[in-house]
């Protein structure tokens, strides 16, 4: 009896483990299974996983690592982020074919928890589908934004140099000691968004801009990174920390934004908007009355994720931009010496820098634009998703396929660059030293559909502040510090920021 006991024991253990394994082979089997036939081709990825873990594991970030992979499978090829399949595409040719020559197929954003968390159910401009009231909602905030771009410079650089006293103050203050850049900036950089959406300014300690600031680097961090959840769907169910933390996050944002808007709904009276939030509404009567687009698409939400997006991407891409700056500038202070001369030369030192300065400032905006592309800061741009199926380079790639666009493989590729791992502003000036542009390997505000509505004003708005800083300050390196690197970068999440450093600044008198 002992031994027919252990006997089914062993039976019941072996079909245990062959159901496992057969279970386990199934799975293998399943995840290998591409979309279509035709799909792009890449590396094997785990069961449930996909080739999330390889590329955690991996040292370099996923740019990188994508450009490495685009020299064995090709400029488009696959990947799995956890259930999902994701086509990447690299190089100036291929991504350039996909955003402008079949620009409506590849206008689709991804839908994750995280996404449908910020944006409201879809309800923004930067992640929404591509859909009638997404265009419509897209001119809405368009009208806006030239409103302000193509207006009375003279009131956008106003805009941009409110900040300037408490800057100074803030710059001044820190004498012969080593401070951080990204707390002073970020405080500049939500200061003149406060100012253009909400029309009033903050001092740099006022809780409220603290508040603000919390918030939005708080749900960056977070959504940066994605839950659970958006890699594997059924964890939508499962109420982890990280979503819970991210709702109470966006409902006070929303808060504090709604707030804003429903004061600004009982102010204004219809005449000359004195800031975006107004803008909006102007922009949104005008095409009313026009009496062409059914304005019933757009809703009170539309109108508030509007103003959250001009927060969510005109922050943080401004702050380390300007940090990058300040890094880049400290680590080649031969460049720095230059901009700093052409400033002196062009503008001197009785007045501010001016939006109409840029044609003769023309080695500061090559720099300027040098810094955009050395640091890359949004290597993978905003994910795309596929409208439709598909044709793009011999491959298939169908409806609602997460689409990921390796801009760092355009703004590195050195048939394009002369020795692109170098920081050099020649780059952007041609041989008659002009600017150059738009060259063929350039694209940090994306491009087609998707291209970024704030592009002008974002540009503007740096070289204002660019210009003017090294109009009135020299940025070095601390005593003991003078062989640490200040322009390695330091990959986080979605963003390529610069590694932690501290500077000295000093007064140009």
């Known amino acids: 009896m002992a031994f027919e006991s252990s ?22 089997i399943w995840s290998q299974q591409k979309p279509t036939k035709n799909f792009p081709p890449g590396p094997k990825g785990w069961p449930l996983i996909g080739n999330i873990l390889e590329l955690a594991r991996n040292e370099k970030p996923a740019f990188v690592v994508f450009t490495e992979y685009a020299k064995e499978y090709g400029d488009i090829f696959s990947i799995r982020v956890g259930q999902r399949w994701a086509v990447v595409l690299n190089g100036a040719a291929t991504i350039k074919e996909a955003l402008l020559k079949k620009g409506v197929e590849f206008a689709n954003r991804p839908t994750s928890v995280t996404i449908d968390l910020f944006t409201e159910g879809g309800q923004d ?8 009231s997404w265009k419509l909602h897209r001119k809405l905030a368009f009208s806006a934004f030239r409103k302000l771009a193509t207006g009375d410079n003279k009131r956008f650089e106003k805009l941009v140099y409110s ?55 708080e749900g960056n961090d977070i959504a940066g990174s994605g839950l659970l959840a958006d890699y594997i769907p059924i964890f939508k169910y499962v109420p982890t920390p990280g979503q819970t933390k991210l709702k109470a996050i966006f409902k006070d944002f929303f808060s504090l934004v709604n707030k804003e808007v429903d004061e600004h709904r009982e102010k204004y009276d219809g005449g000359e908007p ?19 687009e059914d304005m019933s698409l757009i809703t009170e939400a539309h109108i508030r994720q509007t103003v959250v997006d001009v927060f969510g991407a005109g922050t943080d891409t401004s702050i380390f931009t300007l940090q990058w700056c300040a890094g880049l500038m400290v680590q080649y202070p031969e460049v720095q010496a230059k901009v700093a001369e052409e400033v002196d030369r062009v503008v001197g030192r009785d007045r501010l820098p001016s939006l109409d300065d840029r044609e003769e400032l023309v080695y500061t905006t090559a720099t300027l634009y040098e810094v955009m592309r050395y640091s890359t800061l949004v290597p993978l741009a905003v994910p795309h998703a596929t409208s439709a199926d598909v044709e793009l380079g011999g491959y298939t790639i169908p409806k609602d396929t997460w689409v990921l666009v390796n801009i760092y ?12 791992k170098k920081f050099t502003p020649e780059h952007f000036l041609d041989e008659s030293g002009k600017v150059r542009l738009h060259p063929e390997g350039y694209m940090p505000f994306s491009t087609g559909r998707r291209v970024c509505i704030g592009e002008s004003v974002a540009k503007a708005e740096l070289f204002l502040l660019f210009a003017w800083l090294f109009q009135h300050y020299k940025f070095s390196k601390p005593i003991g510090q003078e062989e640490k690197d200040f322009s390695e970068g330091d990959p986080q999440a979605a963003l390529n920021m610069l590694k932690d450093i501290e500077v000295v600044v000093e007064k140009r008198f």
């Open 7 to 28: 006997a089914v024991v062993v039976n019941s253990t072996s079909l245990t483990l062959v159901t496992i394994t057969t279970v386990l082979a199934g799975m293998w």
């Open 125 to 132: 401009i930067v992640f929404g589908q591509y859909s009638p």
């Open 163 to 217: 900040i300037i006293p408490a800057l100074t103050a803030n710059l001044d203050s820190k004498g012969s000691e080593p401070f951080d850049t990204r707390r002073v900036l970020a405080s500049s950089i939500y200061n003149i968004l406060a100012s253009l959406c909400f029309g009033k300014q903050y001092e740099f300690d006022d809780p409220e801009l603290t508040r603000l600031m919390y918030l939005s680097k």
């Open 274 to 292: 004195k800031d975006f939030i107004e803008m909006l509404f102007q922009s949104r009567q005008e095409i009313k009355d026009e009496g062409k």
């Open 409 to 420: 493989s355009m703004h590195y590729d050195e048939k394009l660059w002369d020795d692109p």
